[in-house]
């Protein structure tokens, strides 16, 4: 009688070893199938070589985010703002929320190419800060732009359609190329206006920056100058100070946020921009603000369309704040609206 009890026993363990094991292989099986379903964006690093004003060889570097494959996709030329580079566009999950707009996007059957800007990130940096201009970089842009559209490119692919989207000095970039060569299907802005307004940059900041040919901002004046505090996570802020943080050429300075700073639409070129706008304001944006939304739209006097949101919650850098989606569904309704989704 003992001896069945021990063996029937003996059974019963067995089995619930077996049972144990089964379910840690489902979990298993479980949890590896989330990180596919989290990690099905693809990305590439790609390189696209330019030329100079002075004649000289150069090289913007970019990273390709899809899903499943980029072909037949609305590209996204996604461009940064001052102090900043590609990583703007790709932030990681930080507790729980998701600050990448170049993996929302690419979910959404976008490819999106977050690139360098010359003199930033991995791409070229010439020796002269002062030659990094608004017509350097708006040049860099179009020959993105001819390469991708050509297929003569490093992904060997040529994109039907192409809109540039840009953050605060990337919004002056993309307006400045597009009214210069008239090559994007669509411009996006975010964190750009131009409704003349008093800004609070005190000029002694100018000053001190304009002595370097490259500067960055200093790190304790981050916070203060791109976040709504309450509309964003301090870890998230702190993660922007210690990962976001790049340099900006002098030329940049001088050519392209002096003229936003005094409203010379004319240098930037913003009337002469072709084709569909869209345009988004930050609700806290200290340096433009969505109250000034109702008068943007009159300055893009040759664009096709225009249309402007004021994106509520939100300081200069939208990406960074809880709201974000907000804005990048926004986004990705207007340009479904345009022909350019998916």
Do not use: C
């Not at 732009?145 to 192409?162: C, D, H, M, P």
């Not at 509309?231 to 976001?244: F, K, P, T």
């Not at 806290?284 to 109702?294: I, K, R, T």
């Amino acid at each position: 009688m003992s001896t069945q009890r021990n063996h029937k026993g003996l059974v019963n363990h067995a089995a619930f070893r077996l049972l144990a094991f089964a379910l840690l292989l489902f979990s298993f099986a479980a949890v590896a199938s989330a990180q596919e379903q989290a990690n099905d964006i693809k990305v590439e690093r790609v390189t696209f070589p330019v030329t100079l004003a002075g004649g000289g060889d150069a090289s913007i570097v970019g990273y390709l985010y899809y899903k499943g494959s980029f072909r037949n996709r609305t590209l996204l030329l996604a461009v940064h703002g001052a102090n900043y580079n590609h990583k703007y566009w790709d932030v990681p999950t930080i507790n729980g929320h998701e600050y990448s707009f170049a993996r929302y996007m690419a979910d959404r059957k976008y490819a999106v190419l977050a690139i360098d800007q010359l003199g930033t990130g991995e791409s070229t940096k010439p020796e002269d800060g002062d030659a990094v201009t608004l017509d350097q970089t708006a040049a860099g842009i179009h020959q993105v732009i001819t390469q991708l559209r050509s297929g003569q490119n490093a992904v060997g692919y040529a994109f039907e359609k192409v809109v540039t989207v840009g953050h605060s000095l990337g919004s002056i970039n993309a307006v400045y190329a597009q009214g210069t060569y008239h090559d994007a299907d669509a411009v996006i802005t975010t964190g750009m206006g131009h409704v003349p307004h008093t800004l609070p940059v005190p000029q002694e900041l100018i000053d001190f920056l304009s002595q370097f040919e490259y500067f960055a901002v200093p790190s304790e004046l981050r916070p203060l100058m791109f976040y709504y505090a309450p509309g964003a996570d301090a870890e998230v802020i702190q993660y922007d100070r210690d990962n976001l943080a790049d340099v900006l050429a002098r030329g940049q300075l001088t050519t392209g946020i002096l003229p936003s700073f005094t409203f010379d639409q004319a240098a930037l070129r913003v009337g002469q921009v072709t084709g569909p706008v869209l345009v988004q304001l930050g609700e806290f944006d200290g340096l433009f603000p969505g109250s000034l939304a109702d008068g943007e739209a009159a300055f893009f006097t040759s664009a096709s369309s225009v249309n402007v949101q004021a994106l509520p919650g939100v300081g200069h850098d939208f990406n960074t704040h809880y709201r974000n989606h907000e804005g990048w569904k926004l986004m990705d309704e207007w340009l479904r609206s345009k022909g350019l989704g998916r």
